[in-house]
């Protein structure tokens, strides 16, 4: 019942139709495929393709498993999110794979002028005129792929390890944001059987260089250095749930009420919180006793969930997740854990909380906090 995110370190796009060129502080990463017409080098089709490098600390991820998932069931997803998609076929994939070559992200930005090669490029792997991506007599287990047939100057686009690939799927009318399973990824650099150089997310080889200009697909997702609340993000989920109410009476009848506490307002990104969940009936029924039967804490059901939403766009944080956001419980009452790290500063958020009471699905919106720079 735990969800805690990491954010990029570095993370750069490739682009064939720019092979020199870097975009380490550009504010959108893409997969897309294009064409290139103005290129006087090449005569006829000029097929273009694009591939986001990204990359996540080693030391944080090592110090999450050590301190924090230790033993627990754990998944790992990568989240990205689109500032722009158009050309969409029926179904698009993206795939998404573990690097197998460093590189350094640079500090240009897409079509500088002049052009900044201070990092990776399409050719090179850390910047201009250095280190090349490997691109044939690939070691064992990598991989890289190019399209050098139609055009002489497309050959890098990073180097990959072929086990442990992930992809996302999408049709045109569902949700384009990445959510992808890369757990295989991680648990390869955790046993360090992949040295973690980060990941390439690109399109699928169907689509990438595409011969038909009318299949053009354009996939753009915001970066690490977007002015927004959607950088990428590497979301750790694991369950380390706990259901053992005591004495406690289950909470059985609606309508309900279902507050929190333990609330102060404001966080530290750097902080983690115990949210108490404190629920009685709306309605208690007559009993004979000393207290109040209005301060009469009840447990809610294990199957119970909590969620977070940006007050102001009502965007999902954290989504509900029969796993991994199932409420607690102990002999005072429910509660969940909230790591505040992957949730942006000067930000306000909202606690939902979903229950089931018989045949009744609750679904509640409770208090708010912010998360405060200082």
Same mark, same amino acid.
């Given at each position: 019942?735990?969800?805690?995110?990491?954010?990029?370190?570095?993370? /750069?796009?490739?682009?064939?139709?720019?092979?020199?060129?870097?975009?380490?502080?550009?504010?959108?990463?893409?997969?897309?495929?294009?064409?290139?017409?103005? @290129?006087?080098?090449?005569?006829?089709?000029?097929?273009?393709?694009? +591939?986001?490098?990204?990359?996540?600390?080693?030391?944080?991820?090592?110090?999450?498993?050590?301190?924090?998932?230790?033993?627990?069931?754990?998944?790992?997803?990568? +989240?990205?999110?689109?500032?722009?998609?158009?050309?969409?076929?029926?179904?698009?994939?993206?795939?998404?794979?573990?690097?197998?070559? !460093?590189?350094?992200?640079?500090?240009?930005?897409?079509?500088?002028?002049?052009?900044?090669?201070?990092?990776?490029?399409?050719?090179?792997?850390?910047?201009?005129?250095?280190?090349?991506?490997?691109?044939?007599?690939?070691?064992?287990?990598?991989?890289?792929?190019?399209?050098?047939?139609?055009?002489?100057?497309?050959?890098?686009?990073? =180097?990959?390890?072929?086990?442990?690939?992930?992809?996302?799927?999408?049709?045109?009318? /569902?949700?384009?944001?990445?959510?992808? @399973?890369?757990?295989?990824?991680?648990?390869?650099?955790?046993?360090?059987?992949?040295?973690?150089?980060?990941?390439?997310?690109?399109?699928?080889?169907?689509?990438?260089?595409?011969?038909?200009?009318?299949?053009? %697909?354009?996939?753009?997702?915001?970066?690490?250095?977007?002015? %927004?609340?959607?950088?990428?993000?590497?979301?750790?989920?694991?369950?380390?749930?706990?259901?053992?109410?005591?004495?406690?009476?289950? $909470? &059985?009848?609606?309508?309900?009420?279902?507050?929190? !506490?333990?609330?102060?307002?404001?966080?530290?990104?750097?902080?983690?919180?115990?949210?108490?969940?404190?629920?009685?009936?709306?309605?208690?029924? +007559?009993?004979?006793? =000393? &207290?109040?039967?209005?301060?009469? @804490?009840?447990?809610?059901?294990?199957?119970?969930?909590? !969620?977070?939403?940006?007050?102001?766009?009502?965007?999902?944080?954290?989504?509900?997740?029969? =796993?991994?956001?199932?409420?607690?419980?102990?002999?005072?009452?429910?509660?969940?854990?909230?790591?505040?790290?992957?949730?942006?500063?000067? +930000?306000?958020?909202?606690?939902?909380?979903?229950?089931?009471?018989?045949? /009744?699905? $609750?679904?509640?919106?409770?208090?708010?906090?912010?998360?405060?720079?200082?």
């Amino acid at each position: 019942m735990a969800i805690y995110k990491l954010f990029p370190t570095a993370d /750069t796009t490739l682009y064939s139709g720019y092979p020199n060129a870097n975009t380490g502080l550009d504010e959108i990463l893409e997969a897309t495929t294009n064409y290139l017409i103005h @290129n006087p080098t090449v005569v006829g089709e000029n097929p273009q393709a694009s +591939r986001i490098l990204l990359q996540f600390s080693s030391a944080e991820i090592n110090s999450l498993f050590e301190n924090k998932i230790k033993n627990f069931t754990w998944e790992a997803d990568l +989240r990205g999110f689109t500032a722009n998609v158009t050309g969409l076929s029926s179904t698009s994939t993206i795939n998404i794979n573990a690097l197998a070559e !460093s590189w350094n992200m640079g500090t240009g930005k897409f079509l500088d002028l002049p052009e900044n090669q201070s990092g990776a490029s399409w050719t090179y792997s850390q910047y201009g005129g250095g280190a090349k991506w490997t691109t044939s007599s690939y070691a064992a287990g990598t991989t890289g792929s190019y399209n050098i047939d139609t055009n002489p100057l497309s050959a890098g686009g990073g =180097t990959w390890y072929t086990q442990a690939e992930a992809s996302y799927t999408f049709q045109y009318y /569902t949700d384009p944001d990445i959510v992808a @399973n890369i757990t295989p990824i991680v648990t390869n650099w955790s046993s360090s059987a992949f040295d973690n150089y980060g990941i390439i997310v690109r399109q699928s080889a169907s689509q990438e260089f595409v011969s038909n200009i009318n299949e053009q %697909t354009t996939i753009k997702y915001f970066s690490r250095d977007t002015h %927004t609340v959607y950088p990428p993000q590497l979301e750790f989920k694991w369950d380390d749930h706990v259901y053992n109410t005591g004495s406690l009476e289950l $909470l &059985s009848t609606v309508p309900a009420i279902i507050e929190i !506490s333990n609330n102060p307002g404001t966080f530290y990104g750097d902080s983690v919180n115990r949210f108490r969940v404190n629920s009685r009936p709306q309605y208690p029924p +007559r009993t004979y006793q =000393t &207290s109040s039967i209005y301060t009469q @804490n009840y447990a809610l059901p294990e199957e119970s969930y909590y !969620s977070i939403k940006d007050v102001y766009t009502n965007e999902v944080a954290i989504s509900y997740d029969s =796993t991994y956001t199932k409420l607690s419980s102990d002999s005072t009452g429910s509660y969940f854990d909230l790591y505040f790290n992957g949730l942006q500063p000067e +930000r306000y958020y909202r606690i939902e909380i979903k229950t089931t009471i018989g045949d /009744t699905v $609750l679904v509640v919106d409770t208090e708010e906090f912010k998360i405060s720079n200082k």
